[in-house]
């Protein structure tokens, strides 16, 4: 029914608007909402412009990544611009956060 897509589609659309909002305006997250097979989507949308792609993993493991495919690793092997991929479950308060800037001594 077009009534109940037009619906699923508004909650994806607010759902990226949800995720992005919490970022500093630095960062100038884009949310897109796309129809497609996930990674030749993400592929094409990273060729327009993007300086870097910052995606999640579900983080299968091995066997089953192996049998359903790997979004993120077809994204890797054909993106136009540089990729850092989130494995899930990953630190999301800054306090368990790995350090942003490190220092050197000569």
Do not use: H, W
């Amino acid at each position: 029914d077009a009534e109940i897509e037009r619906y699923r589609r508004e909650e994806f659309r607010r759902m990226l608007e949800d995720a992005a909002e919490p970022l500093p305006d630095e960062l100038r997250a884009a949310t897109v909402l796309v129809d497609g097979q996930p990674a030749a989507v993400i592929v094409d949308e990273a060729g327009k412009d993007i300086d870097l792609l910052v995606m999640g993993s579900r983080n299968y493991g091995p066997i089953r990544r192996v049998m359903v495919g790997s979004t993120a690793i077809a994204v890797m092997r054909r993106s136009p611009c540089p990729v850092i991929v989130i494995p899930r479950g990953a630190a999301t308060s800054s306090t368990d956060a790995a350090p942003t800037s490190a220092t050197t001594s000569a």
